[in-house]
């Protein structure tokens, strides 16, 4: 969430960073907020004036009651007048309450400030290549895409996820399941190496924690909802792991703060048909190991870097060929204001498939979520920043169709340790 005082000392400034994610509306949205804002504090301002005016009349009346010759229709008459004033003081309190709560709905429909390092642009077309790294080998002739080759093997069943639950739930089988038991073993460990606490959170998230890491309402439709409950399975293990801190004042010295989970994850966003959801391209449930870092201002850029080199080393050890992509304005998420992906290349479907995002959010999570640490100069709201180290299912098909072989798929010597067999 974007500071309201920051937003009405440089407006036309923020406006122009807004419009640079591809927003037409922006101006207008800014205008409603200052608008609402200035009501606000209206409000506010005449409340505070008419609560010395009620202790007053409170007050008036008392001495009148004191007195040995009061008046019973001068009293009669000061508490009429304390009854209508406490009738408007009320209703000051509910507008208050009504211009309070469409200042929170508008400030939640603008997204993040991207860094002043984002390059411009409006979709994905415009994203930046930063690096691109490969493997000495790389598989020979024609490689068979995943969904083939998991037939082939019989390690993962779609049909039986199908008739289970529905299209987008596979079944992983034998070898592929203690395969992504082993990449989620083998991904906590190297996470455990680097100072993450590993946690286990829970799957459901309330929609005060959907709200706090930006989920609700900018990724309503992206999420399952328990509408009896009125609790929502998580997209990603970034929500239960932020929220942990909502709410809460930590020490600087405290920071950075660095955790990892393991969990599933589940998103309706697969409803399309066609090469790129095909397989294991896109899951509505799929396991994830997730990192989280909360930090100071200071400490952002050295945190974001530690992260990507982290996913780096991840993708280097598996042997797979990736590239790192840095995203334009138009192409951030909704909370973001740097975003880096890392995309592995399939040699059987011969496409980029993206297998972590790492990004920070400055200080938008923090807002929401009133995450702050205290400094000499007074309480001040943290960063936070997040990767996937890594998704599971894009990072299997990669491995599978990288490391196939007339036989069979072998598996990159890393993973030995946390499997039992090096081949499948």
């Known amino acids: 969430m ?43 301002k005449a409340l505070e004036n008419q609560t010395h005016q009620l202790k007053a009349q409170t007050a008036k009346i008392a001495q009148q009651l004191k007195g040995q010759s009061h008046h019973k229709a001068s009293v009669v008459a000061l508490k009429a007048q304390l009854l209508t004033t406490k009738a408007d ?19 939640a429909q603008l997204p993040n400030i991207p860094l002043a390092s984002v390059p411009i642009g409006q979709s994905a077309a415009d994203n930046k290549i930063i690096k691109t790294w490969q493997p000495t080998s790389l598989p020979k002739g024609t490689p068979l895409p995943h969904w083939e080759l998991v037939k082939k093997y019989d390690i993962i069943d779609f049909a039986a996820g199908n008739k289970i639950t529905g299209a987008g739930f596979p079944v992983y089988k034998g070898k592929g399941a203690q395969l992504q038991r082993a990449l989620i073993n083998f991904f906590l460990a190297e996470a455990a190496k680097q100072g993450y606490q590993e946690m286990a959170p829970p799957l459901l998230t309330n929609q005060d924690s959907a709200f706090g890491t930006g989920q609700l309402p900018d990724k309503e439709g992206m999420i399952y909802t328990l509408r009896e409950e009125d609790l ?43 090469r790129h959801v095909r397989g294991l391209n896109r899951l509505h449930q799929f396991d994830k190991v997730e990192l989280v870092q ?36 138009g192409d951030l998420g909704f909370t973001a204001a740097i975003t880096y992906d890392f995309e592995v290349w399939s040699p059987g479907q011969k496409q980029w498939l993206e297998v972590s995002s790492v990004s920070c959010f400055t200080t938008y999570q923090a807002l929401r979520l009133q995450l702050r ?52």
């Not at 005082?5 to 960073?17: C, H, R, Y």
């Not at 009504?98 to 400030?107: A, F, M, P, S, T």
């Open 2 to 44: 974007l500071k309201i005082q920051n937003i009405e000392k440089d407006t036309e400034k923020i406006a122009q960073q807004l419009k640079s994610r591809g927003l037409t509306s922006v101006v207008k949205l800014l205008d409603e907020v200052k608008i609402l804002n200035t009501n606000r504090k209206a409000t506010q």
């Open 89 to 107: 003081y009320k209703e000051k309190q509910d507008r208050l309450k009504q211009y309070e709560k469409e200042l929170r709905d508008k400030l």
């Open 232 to 274: 929502y399975l998580i997209p990603t293990a970034e929500v239960p792991l932020t929220n942990l801190y909502r709410d809460t004042i930590l020490e600087e010295k405290d920071l950075p703060i660095k955790l990892a989970a393991y969990t599933p994850c589940f998103r309706r966003e697969a409803g399309s048909w066609g």
């Open 294 to 329: 909360i930090v100071t201002p200071a400490q952002y850029e050295i945190a974001l870097q530690n992260m990507c080199t982290h996913v780096e080393k991840l993708l280097q050890a598996l042997g797979l060929r990736y590239r790192i992509v840095q995203l334009c304005t």
């Open 373 to 424: 640490y205290k400094t000499p100069q007074g309480k001040q709201y943290c960063y936070t920043l997040n990767g996937s180290a890594l998704a599971l299912p894009r990072i299997l098909s990669g491995l599978l169709e990288t490391y196939q072989t007339p036989t069979g798929i072998e598996l990159p010597k890393v993973l030995y340790p946390y499997t039992s067999f090096q081949a499948i």
